[in-house]
T-cell receptor, first 112, second 114 residues
Framework: DAGVTQSPTHLIKTRGQQVTLRCSPK?????VSWYQQALGQGPQFIFQ???????QRGNFPDRFSGHQFPNYSSELNVNALLLGDSALYLC???????????FGPGTRLTVT | ELKVEQNPLFLSMQEGKNYTIYCNYS?????LYWYRQDPGKSLESLFV?????AVKQEGRLMASLDTKARLSTLHITAAVHDLSATYFC??????????????FGKGTHLIIQP
């Protein structure tokens, strides 16, 4: 049983560019949450998708957007990249009626 | 705004010793999570505490929750080097069931020396 998978593992972008990160949830899970973890900090909640809609959102600007597909996989898009967007981006999946969240390996984004 | 505070943020201890990590949170919640993170890795779930007075143990780690005091503790018994990692606590606001967005503490960086 595959766990949560994310792609790519590493990414280097330039300021002002746009980036798309991808997440496939654990088998049977229908809810995907995204987190940003800056170096040396705890993860910060970006948003959560359920039934292809944004269900919850943290304190992130509109430059951060997402999407969930019918197969429950999800994308995180970040526009107009800033140096401060450099971080590890974590995806977590869960089942709607369960409190457990399982994290993927993350995508390391570097903005230069 | 929900705030989660952990202390200490850095802990260096010797093998065989006992210690406790504390996690305070600012607003009522009945779900408290503990995660472990190794350098360069993702988060590994350790415990989920769902009610006041909940206590869970796995190996040398034991977690407890006091919702009235808004406090959780992670106790390490007879530490071994393999427990060296960063430990995070996190709290969620349930919104009618299911997993919700988590607010994390800054983490406790634990080093266990021989």
């Amino acid at each position: 049983d595959a766990g949560v998978t994310q792609s790519p593992t590493h990414l280097i972008k330039t300021r002002g560019q746009q980036v798309t990160l991808r997440c496939s949830p654990k088998s049977g899970h229908d809810t995907v949450s995204w987190y940003q973890q800056a170096l040396g900090q705890g993860p910060q909640f970006i948003f959560q998708y359920y039934e292809e809609e944004e269900r919850q959102r943290g304190n992130f600007p509109d430059r951060f957007s997402g999407h969930q597909f019918p197969n429950y996989s999800s994308e995180l898009n970040v526009n107009a990249l800033l140096l401060g967007d450099s971080a590890l981006y974590l995806c977590a999946s869960s089942f709607a009626d369960s409190y457990e969240q399982y994290f993927g390996p993350g995508t390391r984004l570097t903005v230069t | 705004e929900l705030k989660v505070e952990q202390n200490p943020l850095f802990l260096s201890m010797q093998e065989g010793k006992n210690y406790t990590i504390y996690c305070n949170y600012s607003t009522t919640s009945d779900r408290l999570y503990w995660y472990r993170q190794d350098p360069g890795k993702s988060l590994e779930s350790l415990f989920v505490l769902l009610s006041n007075g909940a206590v869970k143990q796995e190996g040398r780690l034991m977690a407890s929750l006091d919702t009235k005091a808004r406090l959780s503790t992670l106790h390490i018994t007879a530490a071994v080097h393999d427990l060296s990692a960063t430990y995070f606590c996190a709290v969620s606001f349930p919104q009618g069931g299911g997993a919700d967005g988590l607010t994390f503490g800054k983490g406790t960086h634990l080093i266990i020396q021989p």
